[in-house]
């Protein structure tokens, strides 16, 4: 296990980070290549944990993984073993995604029940709704999902009663190889499913209403292996942004699409910051502004996303005033509040919306990542608290954020990774 030690940044963070391929895309894409029989082919591929554990998943099923340097291959000609085991699944709950390709191309299939998270239970419900309205037949035990049908899925419709990425991943995958048509409505929107929905027609798979809300899937008899280019980490972007606005500085961020992070650059307009935008970057300066408290909701995209959250909460409590931050995808998303406050934050939960009374005085000290984004807004208020910071629990920034170190070094901060005798808690 790693922690890091973080200075304080002796002057603002400037310069440009190149943004690696979004982990959320991947993921959806590397269980969608178990729908065809052959060699799948994904650029763009971040080195991540998380690559790792979804790799580990798909050859316990049977399949065989390889590549070099930001690409992989999965090779699904053994794939027989039709299981996801606990072990697996619990690590990382995007595991569950292999449950619509196996239960639409074999028939049966027996996935682990995702655990709950760092910040509360992620129910499933919707995925397993979906795939019984596709047809499938689905069965809870002993906190496994058994998924059967009879030959091929018969397809069906299915309304999503809220939007939800996962859910529109597994029940699309899942209706590709579907008789018939079916139709998705309130699919969500995150550019993730885009490209999916790329990788998936590529398959030979008939998808029409990309971009919509409304998915209509003309099944097909079989898929061939595809091929897929990440689209960029729109997280990662606006994470490296934020430590442009929460230092004062200015920090370009390139190989990104402007459009997938049009919500987060508007956050940083309101606040005050100057943002300049081209075809595959976008820079935030805030070099010598007094920036303004804002008021933030989180919403499914194009809405502020839930991922920015922390980030942004970060950077408020460097504002002088009173922001607020709702966030209406996850309501109890705020297990760095009591680390933020450990450094000097003033900082009220009240439900799902945080107040942040900005301008505080941050004193470095030790503080512990609980999740993803959440490690990194502490990074980043770290860099302006008095001293030297201590973030332990780093892997779980690692699951997200690839090469860290090096792409804050490039813009003038210093983070050092130490080993730590801390067991990783599998959180
Ligand atoms: C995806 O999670 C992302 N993970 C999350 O990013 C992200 O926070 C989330 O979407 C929201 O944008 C991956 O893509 C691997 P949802 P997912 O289904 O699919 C509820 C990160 O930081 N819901 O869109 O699990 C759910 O509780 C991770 O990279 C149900 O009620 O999110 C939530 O309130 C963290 N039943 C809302 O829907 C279900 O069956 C949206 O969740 C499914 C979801």
Not at 32 to 41: I, K, M, T
Request: proline residues 4%.
């Amino acid at each position: 296990m790693y922690r890091f030690e973080v200075h304080q940044v002796e002057k603002p963070l400037e310069g440009e980070v190149e943004i690696s391929g979004a982990k959320n895309a991947v993921l959806a894409v590397m269980a969608a290549a178990l729908l065809a029989d052959g060699v799948s082919e994904i650029t763009n591929v971040p080195h991540l944990k998380d690559m790792k554990t979804m790799s580990d998943v798909l050859r316990v099923i049977g399949c065989r993984i390889s590549g070099e340097s930001h690409e992989l291959k999965i090779d699904t000609r053994g794939a027989d073993h039709l299981e996801a085991p606990y072990e697996l699944v619990k690590t990382m709950r995007a595991s569950f995604y292999v449950l619509g390709p196996l239960v639409a191309r074999f028939g049966r299939c027996r996935v682990s029940l995702p655990g709950g998270c760092a910040w509360g239970p992620r129910p499933v419900d919707l995925h397993l709704k979906g795939l019984e309205a596709l047809g499938a037949k689905i069965t809870l035990t002993r906190g496994y999902v058994e998924a059967t049908c009879e030959g091929r899925l018969p397809g069906g419709n299915f309304n999503f009663p809220i939007s939800s990425v996962g859910a529109t991943v597994n029940v699309l995958m899942a209706a590709t190889l579907a008789k018939g048509t079916s139709v998705l409505q309130n699919a969500a929107l995150e550019p993730e499913i885009d490209n999916l929905v790329d990788f998936l027609n590529s398959m030979g798979a008939k998808i029409q209403g990309r971009g919509t809300r409304t998915l209509t899937v003309q099944g097909v008899e079989a898929l061939r292996p595809g091929k897929c280019y990440t689209i960029p980490d729109r997280i990662e972007a606006g994470t490296f942004l934020c430590a442009a606005a929460i230092t004062r500085g200015c920090i370009k961020v390139t190989k990104v699409f402007p459009e997938h992070i049009a919500s987060t650059l508007d956050a940083f307009r309101d606040m005050g910051c100057k943002v300049d935008v081209g075809n595959d970057w976008a820079q935030v300066d805030a070099r010598g502004m007094e920036l303004k408290p804002i008021n933030v909701t989180t919403l499914p995209y194009p809405g502020y996303p839930t991922d920015m959250q922390a980030p942004l909460m970060a950077t408020l409590v460097s504002i002088p005033g009173n922001s607020t931050i709702q966030d209406t995808v996850y309501n109890d998303r705020f297990k760095h509040v009591a680390e933020l406050q450990r450094l000097g934050a003033d900082i009220q939960v009240n439900g799902n919306t945080a107040i942040i009374k900005g301008g505080t005085k941050l004193e470095g000290t030790e503080i512990m990542g609980s999740d993803l984004r959440a490690t990194a807004a502490l990074v980043l208020a770290a860099f302006i608290s008095e001293g030297e910071s201590t973030v332990s629990r780093v892997y779980h920034l690692d699951r997200g954020y690839e090469d860290f170190e090096n792409k804050v070094a490039k813009i003038g901060g210093v983070v050092i990774r130490h080993s730590d005798d801390e067991e990783d808690d599998n959180l």
